[in-house]
């Protein structure tokens, strides 16, 4: 199970941090990931990590302000968001990948981020 928190309203060049809570048994061993999908618009690939947290990567769209990181001790996954731009408001999701072939197929519920420019 998974959920996403932390969405609200931020000034353009502002910050906001993401987090999604997870249960222990989806969260130790899984490839975590961020999307966002904006009304109108297609769910869009915002970033992942892999188990470790060693690895990340990151859609062009957002490289460089944005970061992912997660804590496997709380079972926590974060999404800080800077230098933020109205194009990145949107529902954010977190989601799990089991690394299985499969993709994503764990979602959480969305957190609404606006920016106001």
Sequence with gaps: QLQ?????LVQAGGSLRLSCAASGRIFSTYVMGWFRQAPGKD???VGAI???GLSTHYADSVKGRFTISRDNAKNTLYLQMNKMKPEDAAVYYCAADPHDGLGFRFWGQGTQVTVSS
């Design 4 to 8: 996403a928190s932390g969405g609200g």
């Design 43 to 45: 769910r869009e690939y």
């Design 50 to 52: 892999t188990w470790s």
